[in-house]
């Protein structure tokens, strides 16, 4: 019973990291460069494979360099490729990323990640059908994660839904995702709430579904008669880039395990403040040994 599926991005990200942020027209000299798997589908999957799960990532890498070294990556930490389709003169999804004064900005080139179309997720359907949990963002085509959550929900399948990069979703997708993951700001862009209104009587609309991570704040949520604040983990921060990636993980990892719902935050909130103690989306990523540490 630990079957997880993750449809979604794969990508390499290209990481610079720099003491000042370059402003528009700006030139800085930075400190490092660094070459690392990332993605948001790629990083969930790689955070609940290393905490134990039997994972199979679905997605599309290009015919590249880029590509081959996503297939090693994953690999060399047991997801199961067979369901990753190479697509001919296409790039591999690439990521920008700049890690300066505290923060990461990331700009995502979709490349073959576009390329997860319908037709691909009926020739895996099986696979997903098999899973146990089904895990989705917002890094391939829209229509695609729409389609999946009805095939989902259609057959008793749980979904989480990590909502980023956020787009105002449809009624039916959040209806029939079983759970919403969103920060803040994505959690008022996905429900087309303006800033004013009260975070807290949003979630009270979505009981035991929409689960708003807050970084050092912790996560929280709409038990159906209180709403539950599971704290976060104090760290040495180092780069927080994937770490709401590991969090959907790893969750969705303890929610395969038969975890309650508060148990399996605290679980995915312990993990997700190990990866951000290194450099890198995955680099941090504990494995389920290194979490009971
Ligand atoms: O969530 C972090 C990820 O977002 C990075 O790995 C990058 O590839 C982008 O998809």
């Not at 079983?178 to 009587?201: F, M, Q, S, V, W």
């Amino acid at each position: 019973m630990n079957k997880i599926v993750v449809v979604g991005s794969i990508n390499v990200d290209l990481v610079f990291t720099s003491d000042i942020r370059p402003k528009a027209g700006e030139t800085v000299l930075g400190n490092d460069f660094k070459i690392i798997a990332g993605g948001k589908g790629a990083n969930q999957a790689v955070a609940a494979s290393k905490l134990g799960a039997d994972v199979t990532m679905i997605g599309c890498v290009g015919d590249d360099a880029n590509g081959q070294f996503s297939l090693d990556n994953f690999r060399s930490v047991n997801v199961n490729t067979s369901c990753i389709n190479e697509i001919k003169n296409v790039s591999t999804g690439v990521a920008n990323i700049i890690v300066a004064e505290n923060d990461n900005s990331i700009i995502v080139i979709a490349g073959a990640n576009y390329k997860v179309d319908k037709s691909v997720i009926d020739n895996y359907k099986k696979e997903i059908l098999n899973a146990d949990i089904v895990l989705l963002q917002l890094e391939i085509p829209m229509d695609v994660v729409e389609y999946i959550l009805n095939l989902c929900y259609k057959n008793n399948i749980k979904t989480v839904l990590n909502p980023a990069p956020a787009v105002l979703l449809s009624k039916n997708m959040i209806e029939k995702a079983t759970y919403i993951t969103p920060n803040e700001h994505e959690c008022r862009i996905i429900l087309g709430a303006d800033k004013d209104t009260n975070i807290k009587d949003i979630i009270k609309e979505f009981p035991n579904k929409l689960m708003i991570t807050m970084g050092e704040k912790g996560v929280m949520y709409f038990d159906g008669q209180d709403i539950i604040t599971v704290p976060a983990y104090k760290v040495e921060v180092v780069d927080t880039t994937g770490a709401g990636d590991t969090f959907n993980g790893a969750f969705a990892r303890a929610i395969v395990n038969g975890l309650e719902l508060k148990d399996a935050i605290n679980f995915a909130n312990k993990a997700s403040s190990k990866s951000v103690t290194k450099l890198g989306a995955q680099a941090g990523m504990p494995t389920l040994d290194e979490l009971t540490e």
